[in-house]
T-cell receptor, first 115, second 114 residues
Framework: EAGVAQSPRYKIIEKRQSVAFWCNPI?????LYWYQQILGQGPKLLIQ????????DSQLPKDRFSAERLKGVDSTLKIQPAKLEDSAVYLC?????????????FGPGTRLTVL | QQQVKQSPQSLIVQKGGISIINCAYE??????FPWYQQFPGKGPALLIA?????SEKKEGRFTISFNKSAKQFSLHIMDSQPGDSATYFC?????????????FGQGTTLQVKP
């Protein structure tokens, strides 16, 4: 079974530029999560999708961050414009959520550096 | 209320020793407590998880101890091996909303010396 795929793995941009990250979840997983992991901290949930609908985006900075999952499969997370404090690893995870304790499987992440 | 506090921040253990990582929470709505293991350059991976209806769960060398009244839970790694060197995160999931949302602790970097 293929894992969660993310690209790019690394990205370096200047502040005020825009950037987009892509995630392809495990086949058949209806639930997709985007997390932000700042160096030295635990992952923080940004947004959760169930199929192509948003379940929770309470911690997504909506003035600069956006995410979509148009066909209920892969997803993109965009930052526009980026700030220095956005430097972090952006992790995508998926689960089948057949029970709410279902395992979340994480991708390798995209490391973003904002200069 | 939504926080999960984890300690210690870092831990050095000799091979064969016991590694213990502790977590505490405030929100009594949390009803699922997983531990994730993360190696450098990789995403976190589920190690072991517990529900509050049991006080202990063991899987191989890994054991979770859960104290519901104290709102604390801990991970014990028995016979620690150099291959266990990684960052460990505790997490908790609130019952409300049934979304599977995870609140992570700050992480503990474990180094097992050969």
């Amino acid at each position: 079974e293929a894992g969660v795929a993310q690209s790019p793995r690394y990205k370096i941009i200047e502040k005020r530029q825009s950037v987009a990250f892509w995630c392809n979840p495990i086949s058949g997983h209806a639930t997709l999560y985007w997390y932000q992991q700042i160096l030295g901290q635990g992952p923080k949930l940004l947004i959760q999708f169930q199929n192509n609908g948003v379940v929770d985006d309470s911690q997504l900075p909506k003035d600069r961050f956006s995410a979509e999952r148009l066909k209920g499969v892969d997803s993109t997370l965009k930052i526009q414009p980026a700030k220095l404090e956005d430097s972090a690893v952006y992790l995508c995870a998926s689960s089948s959520l057949q029970g709410w304790t279902d395992t979340q499987y994480f991708g390798p992440g995209t490391r973003l550096t904002v200069l | 209320q939504q926080q999960v506090k984890q300690s210690p921040q870092s831990l050095i253990v000799q091979k064969g020793g016991i590694s213990i990582i502790n977590c505490a929470y405030e929100n009594t709505a949390f009803d699922y407590f997983p531990w994730y293991q993360q190696f450098p350059g990789k995403g976190p991976a589920l190690l072991i998880a517990i529900r509050p209806d049991v006080s202990e769960k063991k899987e191989g060398r890994f054991t979770i101890s859960f104290n519901k009244s104290a709102k604390q839970f801990s991970l014990h790694i028995m016979d620690s091996q150099p291959g266990d060197s990684a960052t460990y995160f505790c997490a908790a999931s609130p019952l409300s909303g049934n979304t599977g949302k995870l609140i992570f602790g700050q992480g503990t970097t474990l180094q097992v010396k050969p």
